[in-house]
């Protein structure tokens, strides 16, 4: 608590030399305490006290001087993710009301694809090959220093940043799949379905599955979706944050991990092929899926309107049919 600050800093002459803390002994510093925050925060049954008083503020001036994480977007990028976001929510507002709404099996099954989609990318994206590839080398990069700096990259940016760090991703995911698909009702109800869940289902799920201690009070049901396996649990997440950080991929709910650890371990890991299988379904998993399931309802159907219950007859035919 008394400690300077943790960035580089010189004391007066000490026998003829300046005494210098260099930034990167800081960070090494305070990686040791970012883990066990850590290990307190996410494991159970740690001993010691409960939390490490290192201010917000503190980790991230260090992390700024160091050059080690980047936590700030312009300020028109900022307002133009924040636009975003509203966009999006209007979007969800008006297929809950009027639809045409996807229906159930088709919003589960996008909710479980989700998590095999996230594992794919973030096991790419753990790999240092992936740093030295143009594009996606600056993504890379924050997904491993995220390693070493657990909670500063996750509670230290706040939800809303994170969300924020998706909507490049989100854009171009969007004209692949217009580009790739028929461009019809179905085509959009299932671009929402893989906006909501693979952009801010990982968000969500990463972001509480490291501040579980958040979750109270109101928030206290996404305790309940974690331990029911719905939402990443942070006990099942915390394994993939031990060395060599080679199993645990999914970030939604982790229920594909299971399938893929043998896939994704370093024994049968090709990186140039799980990469390239990502790229395949970035551009190309709209226009596949949507061949294999039954179109959504077209019928405009208001909630507060008679035809409500005829559209939710047709969803669930639909699944019936399936």
């Known amino acids: 608590r008394n400690r300077p600050p943790l960035h580089v800093l010189a004391t007066p002459v000490h026998q003829g030399r300046p005494r210098v803390l260099e930034s990167s002994r800081a960070v090494a510093s305070l990686r040791r305490r970012s883990r066990f925050c850590l290990f307190c925060v996410m494991g159970k049954g740690a001993q010691g006290p409960k939390k490490v008083k290192v201010g917000k503020e503190e980790r991230l001036e260090a992390l700024r001087a160091a050059g080690t994480v980047t936590v700030s977007n312009s300020q028109l990028y900022t307002y133009f993710c924040n636009l975003h976001h509203v966009g999006m929510a209007a979007w969800v507002l008006y297929v809950v009301l009027f639809g045409p709404r996807p229906y159930l099996l088709m919003t589960v099954g996008m909710f479980l694809y989700s998590d095999m989609y996230s594992a794919l990318l973030h096991s790419v994206l753990d790999d240092k090959k992936a740093l030295n590839i143009p594009g996606i080398a600056p993504v890379a990069k924050g997904f491993q220093e995220h390693h070493d700096f657990p909670q500063e990259t996750t509670s230290g940016k706040g939800l809303l940043v994170l969300c924020s760090d998706t909507v490049r991703i989100q854009w171009i995911v969007m004209c692949c799949s217009l580009a790739a698909g028929k461009r019809d009702e179905t ?136």
Request: hydrophobic letters at 45%.
């Open 187 to 322: 085509t959009w109800a299932l671009i929402l379905c893989k906006q909501l869940c693979c952009a801010y289902g990982t968000q969500f799920g990463h972001y509480y599955a490291h501040n579980r201690h958040l979750c109270v009070g109101m928030l206290k049901p996404l305790a309940w979706l974690q331990d029911a396996h719905i939402l990443l649990p942070p006990a099942h997440h915390w394994n993939h944050h031990k060395a060599p950080y080679n199993k645990n991929f999914g970030i939604v709910s982790g229920l594909s991990n299971p399938a893929l650890n043998p896939i994704l371990h370093p024994d049968h890991y090709q990186f140039y092929v799980i990469l390239a299988l990502w790229c395949f379904f970035t551009i190309f998993d709209v226009a596949i899926i949507e061949q294999f399931v039954p179109p959504v309802d077209t019928a405009p159907a208001s909630l507060f309107s008679s035809s409500l219950f005829a559209s939710m007859s047709t969803m669930v035919n639909n699944t019936i049919e399936l």
